[in-house]
């Protein structure tokens, strides 16, 4: 977009608003204890960071965060992490679920999330609402899409991005126009002959400098912008979802618009996607740069001090603050914030989520006293494919690995999710144990 347009567009009109997700099944058992935006990402940040700090690099400062399922880590992350001062108006609040006297249920989807916070939302003067997701990893300006909102006089904006066919399946499909109005959209269409209704134009491709030939389909980004009016009047029913209900009937009835977005996008929904995009980051070229410093990602300052390796190896690793790493073997692995790893042990594509604290001397004696480990990762110790959750005793002489067991196990000591071992947080895997 030209600098001219930006500098014309009031952020101080737009009011941003963050799905805090429901229960997070698809990402138990990292969900078990903590709402699915305060999940813990590249060692030292956690998911519901990247939406905010999209935010704050596009100028808007105006954040509401909804949630209802063990919100309490999240509450403390963002009230730790995100101050603004009395004069600049900035504010980031959580408004979690709440039963009053003329409603007593939880929120039962998107829509209904905000529908039943319009009474704080509508306090706040504003013309346009942002709408986004707490668990995604993707960097995006979103002056461009509320420019072209206001350009097109839409009503509703819809995020899309291009994927293949093997994603089209799982995701909100659109189909738009010439002049990118949306005229159709399909909740997750697995048949092919459905599929191929909803190809996009390979005559379109240049004009969204798409330079590969394979098919290609328009998919919701679950991000939108509202007009004010509009999403009063769209919510007044009791449509519960924005992508199943909301925007499939408002297409028909209002002027909605397709946003295009080009850039590296994932929807962190499942164990597997987590991992994977955990593990991108430690790669020479990482799709996503925590290292872009024109649009950083903010978290909550910490005080810690730099990690110390003692004669380690380390090869394409992420080693984040306060770590105190013995001869030990790193390879394709995040190591998150306060992580202690003993001396022979090896981690190959391992997301170690670090810890919430440095445990004390009589903690560690009590633990040596009757045989549990120390928190951290003890001696001798072999752990590939694997999570390991906050604040974990992994013992001596342990073997953690998938191989040769089903992909989706429930065992006391341990869960196996889409073919990854995850060890819960303040989880304890006792010495010598083989998994």
């Known amino acids: 977009?030209?600098?001219?347009?930006?500098?014309?567009?009031?952020?101080?009109?737009?009011?941003?608003?963050?799905?805090?997700?429901?229960?997070?099944?698809?990402?138990?058992?990292?969900?078990k204890e903590r709402a699915k935006p305060a999940v813990p990402l590249a060692g030292k940040y956690r998911l519901v960071d990247i939406p905010i700090s999209n935010?704050?690099?596009?100028?808007?400062?105006?954040?509401?965060?909804?949630?209802?399922?063990?919100?309490?880590?999240?509450?403390?992350?963002?009230?730790?992490?995100?101050k603004f001062d009395h004069f600049s108006g900035g504010l980031v609040e959580i408004l979690a679920a709440e039963q009053t006297l003329s409603d007593a249920s939880w929120y039962q989807g998107t829509a209904d999330a905000v529908r039943k916070n319009?009474?704080?939302?509508?306090?706040?003067?504003?013309?346009?609402?942002?709408?986004?997701?707490?668990?995604?990893?993707?960097?995006?300006?979103?002056?461009?899409?509320i420019?072209?909102?206001?350009?097109?006089?839409?009503?509703?904006?819809?995020?899309?991005?291009?994927?293949g066919r093997s994603e089209a399946s799982s995701l909100g499909i659109?189909?738009?126009?010439?002049?990118?109005?949306?005229?159709?959209?399909?909740?997750?269409?697995?048949?092919?002959?459905?599929?191929?209704?909803?190809?996009?134009?390979?005559?379109?491709y240049s004009s969204f400098g798409i330079t590969e030939d394979r098919d290609l389909f328009l998919a919701s980004m679950g991000i939108y912008v509202f007009k004010r009016d509009v999403l009063v009047k769209l919510l007044d029913n009791t449509l519960t979802d924005f992508g199943k209900h909301?925007?499939?009937?408002?297409?028909?009835?209002?002027?909605?618009?397709?946003?295009?977005?080009?850039?590296y996008w994932e929807d962190i929904g499942t164990i597997r996607s987590f991992f994977e995009a955990n593990l991108d980051v430690t790669s020479e070229l990482p799709r996503f740069n925590f290292f872009d410093m024109a649009a950083p990602v903010f978290?909550?300052?910490?005080?810690?001090?730099?990690?110390?390796?003692?004669?380690?190896?380390?090869?394409?690793?992420?080693?984040?603050?306060?770590?105190?790493?013995?001869?030990?073997?790193?390879?394709?692995?995040?190591v998150g914030i306060r992580s202690l790893v003993g001396s022979g042990s090896e981690l190959k594509r391992v997301v170690l989520m670090g810890c919430d604290y440095y445990e004390a001397q009589t903690s560690i004696v009590e633990s040596n006293q009757i045989g549990r480990p120390r928190v951290g990762i003890g001696q001798n110790t072999r752990i590939e494919?694997?999570?390991?959750?906050?604040?974990?005793?992994?013992?001596?002489?342990?073997?953690?690995?998938?191989?040769?067991?089903?992909?989706?196990?429930?065992?006391?000591l341990y869960f196996i999710r889409d073919g990854i071992v995850v060890i819960p947080k303040n989880g304890i895997i006792p010495h010598g144990t083989v998994i």
């Open 1 to 31: 977009m030209p600098h001219s347009a930006r500098q014309s567009l009031n952020t101080s009109n737009v009011l941003s608003i963050i799905m805090g997700g429901g229960q997070g099944k698809r990402l138990f058992p990292l969900t």
């Open 55 to 82: 935010c704050i690099n596009s100028g808007l400062r105006r954040i509401y965060l909804l949630t209802q399922f063990n919100s309490a880590s999240l509450h403390r992350h963002i009230s730790q992490s995100y």
């Open 118 to 145: 319009l009474v704080h939302i509508l306090n706040h003067s504003f013309e346009y609402l942002l709408i986004l997701s707490g668990d995604q990893l993707y960097r995006m300006d979103f002056r461009s899409i």
């Open 147 to 163: 420019e072209q909102h206001a350009e097109t006089d839409a009503d509703l904006t819809v995020a899309t991005i291009p994927v």
């Open 174 to 204: 659109l189909q738009m126009n010439a002049d990118k109005r949306i005229t159709r959209f399909e909740e997750k269409p697995k048949e092919k002959a459905l599929q191929d209704t909803l190809l996009l134009d390979k005559k379109s």
């Open 246 to 263: 909301i925007i499939p009937s408002a297409i028909e009835t209002h002027r909605v618009f397709s946003y295009v977005y080009q850039g």
């Open 299 to 334: 978290s909550r300052p910490r005080f810690l001090p730099g990690s110390k390796i003692n004669g380690a190896q380390i090869d394409h690793a992420i080693v984040s603050d306060g770590c105190i790493i013995n001869h030990a073997k790193i390879s394709q692995s995040i």
């Open 385 to 412: 494919n694997a999570i390991i959750d906050k604040n974990a005793r992994i013992g001596d002489n342990v073997v953690i690995s998938p191989e040769g067991k089903p992909d989706n196990v429930d065992h006391p």
